[in-house]
Antibody, heavy 122, light 107 residues
């Protein structure tokens, strides 16, 4: 059974930084691209970032380029999202999501974690 | 950038009804469209990909259709468990865009 467990969500002041982690199990982590999707309180889903299975290619939502960095550690089956210069509008639940098919990236997200809440406020 | 617009924003229907949600793209996207269901306080659940292919394990009352700029998600025989928000998602070239969601309520 695929399991994705996010951690690292917290209350952070505007301008601060935070790193989210997503521990994966139940599937060959190094074979699949991984993704981050966020959801602001009471709002819809927003794709954030994706990373190829080997970490050699990444992509970001245009508004988040230069602010967020996605990475992965295939030896520890863990996905990361480094978030810098955080603003109130970054307040959201952040989900990690597994790519459905090997060889694709930012396509279909067939398994999701339970989410990590990031609150940006003074 | 391609925009995805869903309609209606909310719909209310009775158990057993046939329900249709529409997703329109601001330009042609072929069949690169997926659908997700999200229940309150839960992560989304993946339903359909490539506009009309049902993910394994998803009940057959769910179906998708369309291509180009107009797509539909149909629930044939609405069940109480189908009360949720449904999102369409365009995917192409290492990026993805979600629609704003359609809330389905049971009368």
């Amino acid at each position: 059974e695929v399991q994705l467990l996010e951690s690292g969500g917290a209350l952070v002041q505007p301008g601060g930084s935070l790193r989210l982690s997503c521990a994966a199990s139940g599937f060959p982590f190094s074979a699949y691209a991984m993704n981050w999707v966020r959801q602001a309180p009471g709002k819809g889903l927003e794709w954030v970032s994706s990373i190829r299975n080997d970490g050699g290619r990444t992509s970001y939502a245009d508004a988040l380029k230069g602010q967020f960095t996605i990475s992965r550690d295939n030896s520890n089956n863990t996905l990361y999202l480094q978030m810098n210069s955080l603003r109130a509008e970054d307040t959201a639940v952040y989900y990690c999501a597994k790519e459905r098919s090997r060889g694709t990236m930012a396509d279909n997200f067939d398994s999701w974690g339970q989410g990590a809440l990031v609150t940006v406020s003074s | 950038d391609i925009q995805m617009t869903q309609s209606p924003s909310t719909l209310s229907a009775s158990v057993g009804d046939r329900v249709t949600i529409t997703c329109r793209a601001s330009q042609s996207i072929g069949v690169w469209l997926a659908w997700y269901q999200q229940k309150p306080g839960k992560a989304p659940n993946f339903l359909i990909y490539r506009a009309s292919t049902l993910e394994s394990g998803v009940p057959s009352r769910f179906s998708g259709s369309g291509s180009g700029t107009e797509f539909t998600l149909t629930i044939s025989g609405l069940q109480p468990d189908d009360s949720a928000i449904y999102y369409c998602q365009h995917y192409f070239g290492d990026s993805a865009t979600f629609g704003q969601g359609t809330r389905v309520e049971i009368k």
